[in-house]
């Protein structure tokens, strides 16, 4: 008799210690670029570290993914908590003693975004190993939700938290990792089946990976129309808090509006395992796009900073139920022997694609009035929605499992 997710031992542990984390890692997040601008009074050196950390886990996200492959993913996972609860340790204890300096703060940076990079396809590749295929899509949709509240709760926290003391965020962070680290010390995930290989090549098992999710069309399409979205969306998202600003919409209602986009991923998330079986895999994927498209030029004609966080989360609504839908199906798909690696990958090229976004939205509003930047992010999100409208791989797309083998 299969049992609740709730009831499963080994999938609470992974879940409450990670959301535990996640609330320390915004909180942390939102910390760093003011701790930055305090400390070195330079918006670029503020930048700079949030540039590393992100820089930081993207280059490593093709190697993390065929070393998730190779080696024991629960002590990866336990080794990651471990080094970021170090580096927030030393962070803390400089900045107590009164000795925290932007070289410091840029390594700090980049140990965290390394160890985000190995642990995600980690947790990515455990999953099917904890949970049976059959509730697999509800616990990808709770672990959606568990990062959309782990977001907003931190966030708000870290604000808080800083203006009581520089170091407290980083604190908080640091008691999050070691509380996760506990809990990772009582799971229990099943011994994987290891192939048997002659000779192992890094840079070869890297290329296996690339030419795996290449070569499976299914995945191939919905990563590139998710970057293309992906890209579109960032930017736009950029582009509407320059064309709020310049309506004079209040800095509190602009607030508003970014949290308002994790409202929408929270309830999105709760209701995500529910869509995902009515609407099937098709309408779950292409009814983002189709909503998205219909709303983008909204922000054309709206003027109103509220109105516009409501319309923020309304295009926020059905990304879980994509996502849970696409995630579950590569899960599926993909041999345990390269989950990792299949995590590792898409992480890489989505992540490009998001942090590029801003950039995009940069350069339009530079170039060109902030709603006719609208317009533009309206028009390449309408063109990928058209393509996922008529393509014949995702009309086909199946949540089922397909051809599941542990040979490469």
Not at 18 to 46: C, D, M, R, Y
Not at 83 to 89: I, S
Not at 258 to 265: D, F, I, R, S
């Amino acid at each position: 008799m299969t049992v609740s997710l709730a009831r499963n031992r080994n999938y609470t542990l992974l879940w409450g210690g990670q959301a535990l984390a996640e609330v320390g890692f915004s909180a942390s997040l939102i910390a760093f670029p003011l701790l930055v601008l305090a400390i070195t009074g330079s918006p670029a050196a503020s930048g700079l570290v949030l540039a590393v950390d992100a820089t930081a886990q993207l280059v490593a996200g093709l190697p993390a993914g065929a070393l998730v492959d190779r080696w024991d993913r629960r002590k990866i996972m336990l080794a990651c908590e471990a080094a970021q609860a170090l580096a927030l340790g030393s962070l803390v204890l400089a900045l107590l003693g009164g000795v925290a300096s932007l070289a410091h703060m840029v390594f700090v940076a980049a140990v965290l975004g390394v160890c985000r990079a190995l642990f995600e396809p980690a947790e990515d590749a455990c999953l099917p190993r904890l949970v049976p295929d059959s509730q697999l899509a509800t616990a990808v949709a709770m672990n959606a939700a568990r990062s959309s509240l782990g977001q907003m709760a931190g966030t708000a926290l870290g604000g808080v938290l800083f203006a009581v003391a520089r170091w407290v965020p980083f604190l908080l962070d640091l008691v999050t990792h070691c509380l996760a680290f506990v809990a990772l010390l009582f799971l229990r995930v099943p011994p994987r089946e290891q192939p048997v290989v002659a000779e192992r090549h890094f840079l070869r098992e890297i290329g296996d990976g690339l030419r795996w999710v290449w070569r499976r069309r299914e995945i191939r399409v919905t990563a590139q129309c998710a970057i293309v979205l992906n890209l579109f969306f960032t930017a736009f998202y950029l582009v509407v808090i320059v064309l709020a600003q310049a309506r004079g919409v209040s800095s509190g209602a602009i607030g508003v509006m970014a949290a308002m986009l994790g409202v929408g991923g929270v309830a999105g998330a709760l209701a995500a395992p529910w869509l995902h079986r009515v609407l099937g895999p098709y309408l779950s994927i292409a009814g983002v796009f189709w909503v998205l498209t219909v709303l983008t030029p909204v922000a054309y004609f709206v003027s109103d900073g509220y109105v516009m966080g409501g319309l923020f989360a309304l295009m926020t609504f059905l990304a879980p139920t994509a996502n849970t839908t696409i995630t579950t199906h590569q899960l599926l798909l993909t041999p345990d022997s390269m989950r990792g690696r299949l995590s590792g990958v898409l992480s890489v090229v989505v992540g490009t694609a998001g942090a590029l976004g801003p950039a995009v939205g940069g350069l339009l509003t530079e170039f060109i009035s902030a709603d006719r930047a609208v317009l533009v992010c309206a028009v390449g999100i309408a063109l990928v929605t058209a393509f996922v409208t008529v393509s014949p791989t995702l009309r086909r797309y199946s949540a089922e499992q397909e051809g599941v083998s542990d040979e490469v």
